[in-house]
């Protein structure tokens, strides 16, 4: 490093002012350099918030988008469900009338009609209870406790499983919307166990103290619930967990292999 | 032996830094970590010419080691550049930048001796390399993924910028202000590409320590 002797006595030799402009050039080079450097990183928050604004709107896009599945989905239930109690019922109604004027025209016949009458009462009698829990306006006025009563029965008619339901239910924090949405994932839910599980029983325990809870479990052959998630034949189980999300209940699914499966649907109090 | 210290603290940082996290680094920066050794080897050579010729009492230049520093340091440079982008297209670029760095260099040698030190050369590297370093410091900073930490290759291309942009007013004059005064320009040269070199590779040593962190 020389000395600064050296430098002042060649300083005063030499011009200033190139000195100075190349120290000044060099500065106003850095400058530039840390100016551009922002200016990046104002065009990436810029990016990021424009980023987060178009997420916002196709999340709120999707969850429109979900409204509307759903709504169309109850009114297509709705409509499937009158249908079954106006149309097809009405016709069963028909037909076992016609059954017992055969039976009464002709006495001989009673043995013979007598099965096909019991299968014609148990048809009415399941397609009452499938109407009832497809009609959206039904389920929302008995209410959720009523509702998975009524599943309870018909599947207990249909045999496929031993049901064990517990309940301690008074409706307090659910309103009719989230009450239909956790109906609707409760049947998926029994779907599932009916055609995938092959449980031989299934638990169902409600209650609303000290916060809302749901859960169901069966004791099928279970499976890896994300390793289900990822696949693409996992559509029940993403809409268990979409509608969920609309209805703003936890839910929560644990299953492995051999295992069975349990389902928990819970209010959380900060969800409130 | 303090002097020596003094002046090359930093770059000693920067290899202990690259060479303890090497096997960590990307091949990117693994490259960018030779070129520190580079540096470092440059500094060394440069120092043992010069004690060569103060012990026997020859006329003191090492500039020529300077001649074949820059070649290397800009071959390892735009290399590493051609790692990061990892496309036919900005190979192209990179190859066309190092074949123009090559001939300015071959001609002004050529010109004016391989004694003096090729600032031209040294200038038209420094082009090369900010054009090229300038895209890797937009990407750093632009394209970063959630959770948005910046990248280490920020660092480290941001001290090549500042050390190549800010040396071209001194290193276009520097023939100028040697024949003006040899002391006068040995202080400009501390002032301007010391200082410039230390920060590149205090930069340089940040990188290889997020990336190892990481």
Known sequence: MPNNNIFKAHFQMIDYDVVITIILTTLLILILIAGITISFFMVSRQRANQQIELTRARLKYEKELRKVEG???EQLMQHFGQELHDNI???LTCLRLEVENRKLDNPQLCEVLKSADHYLEETSVQLRLLSRSLNTDYLANIGLNEAIQLEVDRQKNLKKFQIQWEHNYSRNEIDKDQELIIFRIFQEVVNNAIRHSSARNLCILLKDYPYFEL??????CGFKVQETLDSLRSSGLRNIIKRSEIAKINCKIASSPGHGCTYILRKDQEKT | MLQVIKESFILFVACGVGGYSFKELNGFLKISCFQVVLGMVNYAGARAVTIYQKSHDLPLNNQWVFNIYILLEC???LWAG????????AGRYIIAGFVIFLVIYVYQLSKQGFLLFANYAFLTEGIVTVSIYIFILFGSVVKRQPPRRIKPEFWLSLGLIMYFAGNVPYMGLV????K???DLNTLLFYFITDVLGNLRYLMAAISFWLYAKQ
């Open chain 2, 180 to 182: 003006l005064s040899a």
């Open chain 1, 215 to 220: 859960i169901i479990k069966d004791d099928g």
């Open chain 1, 71 to 73: 709504e169309l989905s």
């Open chain 2, 175 to 178: 023939h100028y202000f040697q």
């Open chain 1, 89 to 91: 019922g009405h016709l």
């Open chain 2, 82 to 89: 051609y790692v990061y982008f990892n496309n036919k297209r």
């Open chain 2, 75 to 77: 071959g390892l440079l």
